[in-house]
């Protein structure tokens, strides 16, 4: 076992660190002086990724193993001292219609992006409750504010993680534990690879002209994405260096527009049935 090295900025932890966002990630935590913990399945991976430096560990993490999950946070623990900012980035999006997928695959969906970070988030909570201190950030989606075709299975597990952060920060503010949903709009990352965006089988002959349109839809978006992912991850250094950081950030121009639409549909929907819903209590109220 390594002595613990002591670092003068944060400690980061980030999972999925082996490309996309959380490679992105990892590097900016470096490069503004913090020490990494940068974690995935394929540390070989991690490493190659990465590169060397003495402020960084890479760890092994299947985010669906709370064990890996443990023992990731153990190895932090016993490398650095304690951890500052865990970011919950690891993520696969499944895309196909609700009624071609099949349950194994919506059940995989939420594994990784709901219950990845919850059992991450768990492990490492005990560390920050004892700092009495930390910053707990998950990355969400549009798809986490606004649910749209063809992403069901995805966006049922960034609804989860989005009201599951927002109960979590009321139970951990107490400690001195921060939390920050974010929400990105289209980076251009490797989400669009095979490996990040599987589609469904398709089963069902109704839904083929739209499968169709869709899966072209999809295809053509890797390398079109507008947003830079290196800013993004500047922007979460700045973030997560606040004393009071946003419960929230809306990354993206696009992403932005999303919420203002979700916005305005809520109110919509508000207006539209207000004196039927207001008229629920007892008589003798």
Do not use: C
Not at 131 to 144: C, D, L, N, T
Not at 244 to 269: C, H, S, T, Y
């Amino acid at each position: 076992m390594s002595s613990t090295l002591e670092s003068d900025g944060q400690v980061w932890f980030i999972t999925g660190a082996s490309r996309g966002m959380g490679l992105e990630f990892a590097t900016a935590a470096l490069a503004a002086g913090h020490a990494v913990v940068a974690t995935g399945r394929d540390t070989d991976a991690v490493a190659e990724a990465v590169g060397e430096s003495e402020s960084l560990l890479v760890a092994e993490l299947d985010v669906t193993e709370p064990a890996d999950a443990e023992s990731a946070t153990q190895s932090a623990v016993d490398r650095f001292g304690r951890i500052d900012v865990l970011v919950n980035n690891a993520g696969i999006s499944y895309k196909g219609f609700f009624e071609e997928m099949e349950i194994e695959e919506i059940k995989h969906q939420l594994e990784v992006n709901l219950f990845g970070a919850m059992y991450v988030t768990r492990a490492v909570l005990p560390v920050m409750r004892d700092q009495q201190s930390g910053h707990v950030i998950s990355i969400s989606s549009g798809a986490g504010l606004l649910g749209f075709g063809f992403s069901s299975a995805y966006a049922t597990s960034k609804f989860g993680l989005e009201g599951w952060m927002d109960a979590l920060h009321d139970e951990i503010e107490p400690f001195g534990i921060d939390t920050t949903i974010v929400n990105p709009g289209f980076f251009r990352t490797t989400l669009t690879s095979e490996e990040s965006m599987p589609f469904t089988d398709p089963t069902i002959e109704d839904y083929d002209e739209r499968r169709a349109e869709q899966i072209g839809w999809w295809k053509d978006q890797g390398g079109q994405q507008p947003n830079d992912p290196a800013k993004l991850a500047d922007a979460l250094v700045e973030i997560a260096a606040e004393d009071d950081p946003p419960r929230r950030f809306v990354a993206g121009e696009d992403a932005i527009e999303l919420a203002e639409e979700k916005v305005a549909e809520l109110q919509e929907q508000i207006d539209a049935y207000r004196d039927l819903s207001t008229s629920m209590a007892y008589d003798d109220a």
